[in-house]
């Protein structure tokens, strides 16, 4: 019998919030490190292919301040995946985070979009290998956060001027 084939890490999210297995997380949060090792590559190969995917999303104030945009991503980013044992927490934080991107006209499928580029970025840092373990790790912790923030972005959005 052949194990069925693990998701890719750029692949829609599930419609649920699964939890994350216990060698999932420690998978992920092991590799973090090497992730915010080397931060600035991170981030710079994230909103390069958030762009090529979506180029609408490339707004004034990310590309005037792209050091505070970086410094303010790895923040929320590691503060997520500190909250990947701690539902109650993530769901908060995230649907902070849902809440402030949707004053800037974010919505689910720029949600995506970002899943994607973080995904993207993620496999080639870490140079993991299709199904490998970490890239299944991966996987599922961005499946639960992007499950989580289409569950969270505001209905009520100011209008755009």
Known sequence: MHPAPAARLDAP???????LSPAHLGLVRATFHILAAD????TEMFYARALVLDPHIQRPQLVSNMVTQRLQFMLVLTEV?????DPAQLAQTVASLARRHGIYGASDPRFRTARAALAWAVDRIL?????????????????????????????????ER
């Open 13 to 19: 999210p599930p419609t649920y919030a699964a939890p």
């Open 39 to 42: 931060r600035d590559r991170l």
């Open 81 to 85: 995946i500190q909250q990947l044992d």
């Open 127 to 159: 140079e993991t290998e299709r199904n490998s373990a970490i890239q299944v790790a991966w996987t599922a912790a961005l499946d639960l956060v992007q499950a989580l923030l289409s569950g969270g972005i505001p209905t009520n959005r100011p209008a």
